[in-house]
């Protein structure tokens, strides 16, 4: 299993501004990834974060607007740039780890604009 | 494109009862699926995984069912409790084991 820790846990913020969200699993994990969960909506997965090498992108989501840096097997971080009121989320980060692929979140980032 | 739905939207039961939530997939070539639930304004925490191979998996008062060919599955609550109260979602993945397709998930409340 992994335990998933994420900072902040929440965020207000002024439009225009950035945040940087943190995610650290306590074990290493192949795979991480970015979910962004809207109210009262489902998970849309925002990227796969790559280990040395540059986050995949699902289709309507930006590298300018959610860079993502993963230095290592353990640790990643999400930035929301140049917020607007439609980025209020909360922002969740996931592992995937072992051989079943067992997928597990941390408690997320609530994140308001305004 | 997997698409993934959730029925009932949403469940209201009395303490003690037995319930069913249902969870359709368009794909049968999957590699697992899992079934989660989210208390509000959390994250979320893995309650079963049941592989392609696998018809089900238990876990206390939790049985989840898989029935590729048909593309369902099912999670079934035992004597239910307040405690239960949350959001049920289930997740599809893919047969690569490389991406997850989420569910709307279903709102599910205990009254005492």
């Known amino acids: 299993s992994a335990v998933i820790s994420q900072k902040p846990s929440r965020d207000i913020c002024q439009r225009g501004t950035s945040l940087t969200i943190q995610c650290q699993v306590d074990?290493?994990?192949?795979?991480m990834f970015w979910y962004r969960q809207q109210p009262g909506q489902s998970l849309t997965l925002i990227a796969t974060?790559?280990?040395?090498?540059?986050?995949?992108?699902e289709s309507g989501f930006v590298i300018d607007k959610f860079p993502i840096s993963r230095p290592n097997l353990t640790f990643s971080t999400l930035t929301v740039s140049n917020m607007s009121p439609e980025d209020s989320s909360i922002y969740l980060c996931?592992?995937?780890?072992?051989?079943?692929?067992?997928?597990?979140f941390g408690p997320g980032t609530r994140l308001t604009v305004t | 494109k997997q698409e993934v739905t959730q029925i009932p939207a949403a469940l209201s039961v009395p303490e003690g009862e037995n319930l069913v939530l249902n969870c359709s997939f368009t794909d049968s070539a999957i590699y697992n699926l899992q079934w989660f639930r989210q208390d509000p304004g959390k994250g979320l925490t893995s309650l079963l995984l049941?592989?392609?191979?696998?018809r089900e998996q238990t876990s206390g008062r939790l049985n989840a069912s898989l029935d590729k060919s048909s593309g369902r599955s099912t999670l079934y609550i035992a004597a239910s409790q307040p405690g239960d109260s949350a959001t049920y979602l289930c997740?599809?993945?893919?047969?690569?084991?490389?991406?997850?397709?989420f569910g709307p998930g279903t709102r599910l409340s205990v009254l005492p």
């Open positions: 074990s290493q994990v192949t795979m």
């Open positions: 996931s592992a995937r780890t072992g051989l079943n692929y067992e997928q597990y």
């Open positions: 997740a599809v993945g893919d047969n690569y084991g490389q991406n997850f397709v």
């Open positions: 974060a790559n280990q040395g090498s540059e986050a995949t992108y």
């Open positions: 049941i592989q392609s191979s696998q």
